[in-house]
């Protein structure tokens, strides 16, 4: 079965980074595009920044230019690098794929920005 297992996140001081990581099982992972959301308690999740299997890849407005995602086929993991990290980014952060028109989500990982 599609498994999807976050890490990396923390608290960090505004102006921090942090690298989040999702490792990936259950599905061949090179064929597929990979995607980070986030959310807010009270708001809906949003997307963050996705990669595609060819390595193409798209954010949102508020995030261009301070994250980065990327993956790496041999170890099935999708990063997303964040830098510059203002209070407002503090989340849940997901990873998801869509397989077979089957949407999948890891449990999250924490991230807080606060001084």
């Known amino acids: 079965q599609v498994q999807l297992v976050e890490s990396g996140g923390g608290l960090v001081q505004p102006g921090g980074s942090l690298r989040l990581s999702c490792v990936a099982s259950g599905f061949t992972f090179s064929w597929y595009g990979m995607n980070w959301y986030r959310q807010v308690p009270g708001k809906q999740r949003e997307l963050v920044a996705g990669?595609?299997?060819?390595?193409?890849?798209n954010y949102a407005d508020s995030m261009k230019g301070r994250f980065t995602i990327s993956r790496d086929n041999a170890k099935n993991t999708v990063y997303l690098q964040m830098n510059s990290l203002k209070p407002e980014d503090t989340a849940v952060y997901y990873c998801?794929?869509?397989?077979?028109?089957?949407?999948?989500w890891g449990q999250g990982t924490q991230v807080t920005v606060s001084s």
């Open positions: 990669i595609t299997n060819n390595g193409g890849t």
């Open positions: 998801n794929v869509v397989v077979l028109l089957t949407g999948y």
